[in-house]
């Protein structure tokens, strides 16, 4: 069960989001930094990500292309910050505008907890950087957050 709260529309630009799966820490980790992984659940149901391409090291970029069914793509661009597997990620993402630009950037600090041999995670996405583009990812940020990480769940049982 999802427990989250967005202070989005109150304008603070944060969201907290904690989810329990029943896979291991590192099982969980890796869905997060393999690409091969990650491609398969980022994104609200229904979303591809042709383009999933991720440098797991503390400065490292990661770049995905989301598709959505009608075609529309949202890339997106980061680098990692900070790495301590399996217990902790931290990454910035930049999903950019049609010509290329960050719309906003985005501070998404993961913690990965043991509990009744499952795992729990919080995630505390964190807007760092706005412009007038990003009103409707910004909206959509708790929505999308929490349609991803149920497809996270539904993927670490297969791993």
């Known amino acids: 069960m999802a427990k989250g709260s967005s ?3 109150e304008g603070l630009l944060e969201l907290c989001l904690t989810r329990r799966f029943t896979a291991p820490p590192e099982v969980v ?3 997060w930094i393999e690409p091969e992984h990650l491609a398969q ?3 609200p149901k229904g979303f591809t990500n042709p383009v999933c ?3 797991a090291r503390v ?12 075609g529309m793509a949202y890339p997106m661009i980061g680098r990692f910050v900070e790495i ?10 930049c999903p950019l505008d049609e010509g290329g630009r960050p719309m906003l950037e985005v501070l998404n600090s993961v913690t990965f907890a043991e509990v009744n041999g499952g795992t729990e995670i919080t995630l505390i996405a964190t807007v760092t950087m706005t412009t007038p583009a990003a009103e ?3 909206g959509g940020m708790s929505q999308g ?4 990480l149920d497809r996270l769940a539904e993927l670490v049982r297969e791993i």
Do not use: C, T, Y
């Not at 400065?59 to 009608?70: C, H």
């Open 7 to 9: 202070v989005v529309e």
């Open 29 to 31: 980790f890796r869905a």
């Open 41 to 43: 659940w980022w994104g």
């Open 53 to 55: 391409e991720v440098d």
């Open 59 to 70: 400065g490292g970029a990661i770049r995905i292309d989301m598709r959505a069914q009608n």
């Open 84 to 93: 301590d597997r399996p217990h902790r990620l931290v990454f910035k993402a």
């Open 136 to 138: 409707g990812a910004i």
């Open 145 to 148: 957050w929490s349609k991803s």
